[in-house]
């Protein structure tokens, strides 16, 4: 199955800096990248995503980006806030199809951001 | 709101001891996930059900089980608890053909 690899593990930046996560992935058939963010004491909750057919998306302060051929996609969070702070995820998938195990997430283990005031 | 429900938000259980998690969700999801979180590790599968009635195992099953009577409902069970055990699990649902997971907001389990 896949293999997705996360890192930095922890992450600390000061307010207004910038603050970059990378993940690469292992199985070339994956098309689907999610990013989750976790706060303290909630679910995971799905920030943005892109899908293979994109380099780059990005929505306000994030943006993420993808580079098929080496494998790895990245989260970019501009003009941090101590709002940011929580534990980020990346994950990859196959395209997904009713009634089968395509479409699973693999996650990474996670990235824990904080943002100093 | 639509969503999905995880009961108890927390629990304090007895090695030894049987207790069942469980996940309802309102959005008639045909794929149901359990996780269990665990720091340092992040999100590891234990066990899927891709639609009602079928179940798989997924990479740390053993200890757990799962039943999928039907679309909303997908209860994990651990039969005989370990101090191992002792996580944050949460449910997650997906659409068939859609992408993106949906989340529960977790039950926290100490095992003692």
């Known amino acids: 199955g896949e293999n997705v690899e996360q890192h930095p593990s922890t992450l600390s930046v000061q307010e207004g800096d910038s603050a970059v996560i990378k993940c690469t992935y292992s199985d070339s058939a994956s098309n689907y990248f999610p990013w989750y963010k976790q706060e303290l004491g909630k679910g995971p909750q799905l920030i943005i995503d892109i899908r293979s057919n994109v380099g780059e998306k990005k929505d306000q302060r994030i943006a993420v980006t993808l580079n098929k051929t080496a494998k790895h996609f990245s989260l970019h969070i501009t003009e941090t806030q101590p709002e940011d702070s929580a534990v980020y995820f990346c994950?990859?998938?196959?395209?997904?199809?009713?009634?089968?195990?395509?479409?699973?997430?693999?996650f990474g283990r996670g990235t824990q951001l904080t943002v100093w005031p | 709101t639509a969503g999905i429900t995880q009961a108890p938000t927390s629990q304090i259980l007895a090695a030894g001891r049987s207790m069942t998690l469980r996940c309802t969700q309102d959005m008639r999801h045909n794929a149901m996930y359990w996780y269990r979180q665990d720091l340092g590790l992040g999100l590891r599968l234990i066990h899927y059900s891709n639609t009602a009635g079928t179940t798989g195992k997924g990479e740390v099953p053993d200890g757990y089980s799962v039943s999928r009577a039907n679309t909303d409902d997908f209860p994990l069970t651990l039969a005989s608890a370990v101090p191992s055990q002792t996580s944050v699990y949460f449910c997650a649902s997906r659409d068939s053909g859609a992408y993106g997971y949906t989340f529960g907001s977790g039950t926290r389990l100490t095992v003692v």
């Open positions: 994950a990859a998938s196959n395209p997904p199809a009713r009634g089968s195990t395509l479409g699973r997430l693999y």
